[in-house]
């Protein structure tokens, strides 16, 4: 009991100073983490990195940031924001509604952090180079990354674990939650517009007319357009050549650092942001608690309860519950409890509970989608809040949460009405 109760007051104590902003996010969660193993919560303390810490997102985000430095050198972004900008023939909600598209159509098949990683310093290209806020167009992508992730088996993590879990393959995903996942995208970019609707609302036709965006073509850009082709196509293959994410990412960033800048390495080590890596470590031991001490197994038995004997009602419960707690919680140690729980409701009631497929997706639906409610709800909001915080926008954690809680509803209600009539 004083295990759970150290590690609940650690956990909220972090979650105010995170809030609150009075200390940097860093600070707060990496002293709570080492506070969890100081106090020994751990039940062996020199097992907490290997079994609780996700390397292969911690490599995968050092990787993928060496990657888009090097980028940044070739002026592909800023060319292919130019390009973008053309498309959109100088509307703002259009060209809205062209990024999120595409971000959320490549999270169906690409880590969200990689996709963000790409899409966000290109976004900002184009913000600089019109003059707009980019903030409206980042927190679009990020919505638009974790709905698209929700669509496939690949899209995000807690997919990966429900379909390894329940024997489900990519076809099965691709019919049941992919038709939801885009109703959700189209409505969410919709609500969005309407939010932003007067930082969408400078027209830009003149300033293309006029010939004031330039393509300007760096020596190095085609050399960046293939290094970013070879990237792609090998996180597409990752799960056929049964290659980490991490392995990719290390790999194209230092092979991008050689190709061109091999003598700035040093530099390039300077544009990682190592707060966010910290952060991610922190969080990591902080949820990895939440587990060890059986918090989340308690929560999720307590859904059990609510629900009684009916499964039409546990499956609201658990798109609800799961998305109100992937805000605040990592969501793939919360899967990957929960897989096991539901594995165990045909030894409770075989009666009730002969088909679990239904609960499956709710529970994909409202772990993936959850993520939207915060700034650190998935690993895309912390890096694309990052990217724009380092580029002088800061988002504070209410400013985003309002707006993130809207989206996490709208998804909710969608889900929920979905899975209702459709099993």
């Not at 997102?57 to 430095?69: E, H």
């Not at 879990?165 to 189209?186: C, E, G, M, Q, T």
């Not at 004997?309 to 798109?319: A, H, T, V």
């Not at 580029?391 to 400013?399: D, L, R, S």
Request: proline share 3%.
């Amino acid at each position: 009991m004083y295990d759970i109760f150290v590690t609940v007051a650690i956990f909220f104590t972090v979650y105010v100073f995170i809030i609150s902003e009075k200390i940097h996010r860093t600070i707060a969660s990496m002293i709570g983490a080492a506070s969890l193993i100081f106090l020994q919560i751990f039940e062996n303390p020199h097992e907490v990195y290997i079994k609780y810490v996700d390397f292969d997102t911690v490599f995968l985000l050092i990787g993928m940031m060496l990657f888009v430095a090097a980028m940044k050198r070739t002026g592909f972004f800023q060319y292919i924001g130019v390009k973008g900008l053309k498309i959109s023939r100088g509307s703002p909600k259009l060209l809205f509604f062209i990024l999120t598209s595409i971000v959320a159509t490549v999270s169906a098949f690409i880590d969200n952090v990689t996709t963000v990683l790409i899409f966000v310093p290109m976004t900002l290209a184009v913000s600089d180079a019109i003059g707009m806020d980019p903030s409206p167009f980042v927190l679009g992508e990020i919505f638009a990354s974790n709905i698209g992730g929700t669509a496939t088996l690949i899209g995000d993590p807690p997919n990966i674990i429900i379909g390894t879990n329940a024997h489900l393959a990519f076809s099965d995903f691709l019919v049941n939650l992919a038709p939801v996942s885009f109703a959700i995208f189209l409505i969410v970019d919709l609500f969005l517009i309407l939010v932003y609707r007067k930082e969408l609302s400078i027209d830009l036709k003149t300033m293309i007319s006029e010939g004031m965006f330039n393509e300007e073509k760096n020596p190095k850009l085609l050399m960046g357009e293939v290094l970013l082709g070879i990237t792609i196509i090998l996180f597409l293959f990752q799960h056929k050549l049964n290659i980490s994410g991490s392995s990719i990412a290390l790999m194209m960033g230092f092979l991008s650092v050689l190709v061109i800048e091999k003598d700035q390495l040093e530099e390039f080590l300077r544009e990682i942001d190592w707060e966010t890596i910290f952060f991610f470590i922190a969080l990591f031991i902080i949820t990895g608690a939440l587990e060890e001490t059986g918090v989340l197994e308690k929560m999720a038995y307590f859904m059990v309860d609510l629900a009684g004997d009916s499964i039409k009602k546990f499956e609201m419960i658990l798109i609800s519950f799961s998305a109100s707690l992937s805000a605040f919680v990592d969501n793939i140690p919360y899967t990957a409890t929960m897989v096991h729980v539901i594995d165990h409701l045909k030894d409770i009631d075989p009666k009730t509970f002969h088909n679990l497929n239904p609960l499956w997706w709710s529970l994909a639906l409202g772990a993936c989608l959850g993520g939207n409610g915060t700034p650190i709800g998935a690993s895309a909001n912390v890096v694309a809040i990052q990217i724009l915080s380092q580029n002088g926008k800061k988002i504070k954690f209410w400013k985003f949460s309002i707006v993130g809680f809207s989206v996490v509803l709208i998804s909710v209600l969608i889900s929920s009405a979905y899975v209702f009539m459709r099993y």
